[in-house]
């Protein structure tokens, strides 16, 4: 089991992690989600070795593993440009970890044989691995990281490097064959699909900060923050005024929903309208404090009709299942327990 | 394909021109003289050990002065490209500083710390209260190795560290993670990456060393003749041009054979994966040993490459003579008469050589050398980057000219243009020629990046938009080119002030150019003489250094010069 314990870094001078911890248990596949730049890889190469924390401490098993040489840590970790090693063959390369284990001629050809076999690609043992396409590299690197049995797998936006349709080809593949090796994984990345069709955990980065740890059902139904919903892209963002513990003052109208009881009634927070969530015409006429919008635009999407609508000077992108044609009014509502208020900062468990 | 098609074999015809008339024809008449002495003769003016001799110690001394030069030059690049410390820049640059210097002032500049004039002998001297110079490294295989190291060094250093900062740092890192110890790093990836740039620096380096000339002539005296100064001394002392120009021809083929080699390890095919856009970031040293490492590398560097620098400079400002009949007194103090006399003419005779005549010639020369062997260049270059069938046919009879020395060009020329009207007249036109040639493969390779980097479709941009093809050149190359143009005129400039191989076959003995005249002044005895050389020397020092600090200035970083 992976630990990690308040573990700062700084790079050019300036914060880059401030006090990230979390845990990987036995077989999870956790996935550390956050923008470029919010110091996902870095954390990677903390947990490797490749470099020292500020301070914080990395525990493996209870060990205190943070001054333990790279080497000796029996991690894997897959780079994003994969970093094959390009003198040597595919085959050189899959057996590079066994051969620095000390294994013995004949396990290594057995390790590398199965590794090949698992991804398909015994004939290319002998090729180079500058011939190979972006996705055979993909699946090489992940082979050469599996290859020395490592206690912990860690793989740094191992589809960024891929074309859109690549990606989600070898999405489905990787997802079978990391739950298949049985280890835990840290997967990195800042595209939410990925993340939310791998994920046993999500770990969302912000800023150098753990927004949010959780199932990625939690973290869509309950974002913790504004940014987590902003940056997941779960729907549109108001910002509103809490004026009781029901009550939310927005540019809209007053609404009213429960509010979390952390935010005091004075405090400014998001209030989180999900577009698939939004009642539309008699159905939210019904309702009261219902919204009078203007359609915008609609565009087909084929399960619905996705509309931009626009309430007072507020543009609104809602779901519905019928068109609209452009500058028809339309009346909006969102029933009181689809209605989320979101604190701008902070933490849910 | 950059230009559009049929004409694009009209660029050629300029540079190609020139190439077939000023080094090709000249070739060829080595081998005329060579076979027609063979017939009409016979083996009369060879003898075996008039080849064997020189091209053994030639193969020697090279051999000895890559080693020493890898030796150094390996881990000071390997310090420069990893490590953070102060001074790294100045340090770096010091060390970069001898590839442009011409061989008179290197030779010159190691005579005044090991000669029999120079600070060494005169320290040892005063130290012990001898009344003669008690050691003598001139004319030494010592003084040829030092003098080799001081110059290829900074080959080592930007070849081999280039290729260190650009190595991707995930490779390591990646043998790291899984498993391998800082040992097995360096053996199974970092070493087997670094390998193509270290053989082809070294190959570089040895090519230098079997070619050098200057050095050799003027620092290994009349026992140590490497093939050039054995070409020189056949041609211009014993006046047999055959064993000479066989001489040539079996230079020539040994050359040859190494530019095939290093293009041989230049392209490994793993060579443009390994290297990525992706610089490594320096690390401030850590360990004692790294610390220690980083000081004795640094001493090493002030005394390989500042301490003949200094020496030079500061002999030229002393005078340290045996006051004339007066045995063991020895007049010393700070003069500036060295400089003053350049400006004297004190003699009448025909031999005196009049040091601002050769100021005069150079710069003129020089002024000549820079503009045909940029346009030349530029031409040349605009030819290479277009992808026709003509590019593939003859990219090599382009870069066969970087193979021909300067002694071996010189001899050509002399071979084939001594008769009217090219050896008539008061102005030998041939030098600035010669000089081009030798100038003209760095012109190519400083301006053809620059045009290759150039996008096409700005040119199509520009030519939808109504340009002409003259209008698109100045309007959207011109503006890219200039710097690397400014690069390429400085180059040529500095390269032709230095020249001394070709030169020294071509300058008539009214005519010297400045390193000739070096030359001559401090071969000839007497301290006025030695004094006027390092005067001469100092001041072609100082341009120099100016002119290869303007090139390190404005080059585009990142850009190749071998």
Sequence with gaps: ?349 | MRRTGSRAWLLWLLPLAFLLFFFYQPLLAIFRQVFSERFNQGWQFFSWDLLTRPLGFTLWQAFLSTLLTLLIGLPAAYLFARFDFPGRKGLRTVSLLPFILPTVVVATAFNTLIGPRGWLNILLMNLFNLSSQPINLLNSLSAILLAHVFYNTSIVIRMVGNALTRLNPHYDEAARVLGANSWRVFKEVSFPLLMPSILGAALLVFLFDFTSFGVVLMLGGPQYATMEVEIYNQAMNRLNLPMAGLLSIVQLAFTLIITLLQNQVNNPRYGKAALSSERNTLVKPKTRLQKLTIVLLSLLVIILFVTPILSLVSRSLVTFEATRGERGEIETGLTFRYYSELFQNRTGSIFYANPLAAVRNSLVFSLLTMLIATSLGLVSAYALASSGKFTRWLEPLFMLPLGASAVILGLGFLITFNRSPWNSGPFPMLIPIAHSLIALPFAIRTILPAILGIPNSLREVARVMGAKPWKVFREVDFPVLLRSIIVSLAFSFTISLGEFGASSFLSSPQTPTIPVLIYRYISQPGALNYGQALAMSTLLLLTSAAGSLLIEKIRLPGEELF
């Design chain 1, 1 to 349: 089991m992976l630990r990690v314990e308040e573990i700062y870094k700084d790079y050019d001078g300036k914060p880059l992690l401030k006090g990230i911890s979390f845990e990987v248990r036995q077989g999870e596949l956790v996935c550390l989600l956050g923008s470029s730049g919010s110091g996902k890889s870095t954390m990677l190469r903390i947990i490797a070795g490749l470099e020292e924390p500020k301070s914080g401490r990395v525990f493996w098993n209870n060990l205190d593993y943070t001054q333990k040489s790279t080497h000796q840590r029996g991690f894997g970790l897959m780079f994003q440009d994969y970093a094959l090693f390009p003198h040597r063959t595919v085959a050189e390369n899959v057996a590079f970890g066994p051969r620095m284990a000390g294994r013995s001629k004949a396990e290594i050809d057995a390790s590398v044989e199965k590794a090949l076999a698992t991804i398909h690609m015994q004939e290319f043992a002998n090729r180079s691995v500058i011939e190979l396409s972006g996705g055979e590299q993909q699946r090489v690197a992940l082979a050469r990281a599996l290859a020395p049995d490592p206690c912990l797998l860690m793989l740094d936006e191992p589809l960024g490097a891929l074309d859109h349709n690549l990606r989600t080809e070898l999405l489905k593949d990787l997802r079978k064959r990391l739950h298949d090796s049985k280890k835990p994984v840290i997967y990195v990345t800042h595209d939410q699909e990925e993340a939310f069709a791998l994920a046993d955990r999500l770990l969302l980065l912000n800023e150098g900060r753990m927004v949010q740890k959780g199932a990625p059902e939690m973290v869509f139904k309950q974002p913790a923050n504004a940014w987590v919903a902003s940056f997941l892209g779960l729907g549109n963002l108001v910002p509103g005024r809490v004026i009781a513990s029901n009550q939310v003052e927005t540019e809209l109208s007053t609404l009213e929903l429960a509010v979390p009881a952390e935010l005091a009634p004075g405090t400014q927070c998001m209030l989180l309208l999900r577009p698939q969530d939004a009642l539309l015409g008699e159905r939210a006429t019904s309702l009261p404090g219902h919204l009078r919008a203007v359609v915008r635009d609609s565009v087909f999407q084929g399960d619905y009709y996705r509309l931009e609508v626009l309430v007072g000077s507020t543009l609104l992108q809602v779901h519905s299942q019928e068109d609209f044609e452009i500058n028809q009014p339309l009346s909006l509502a969102w029933s009181q327990s689809t209605l989320q208020c979101l604190p701008l900062l902070g933490t849910a468990p």
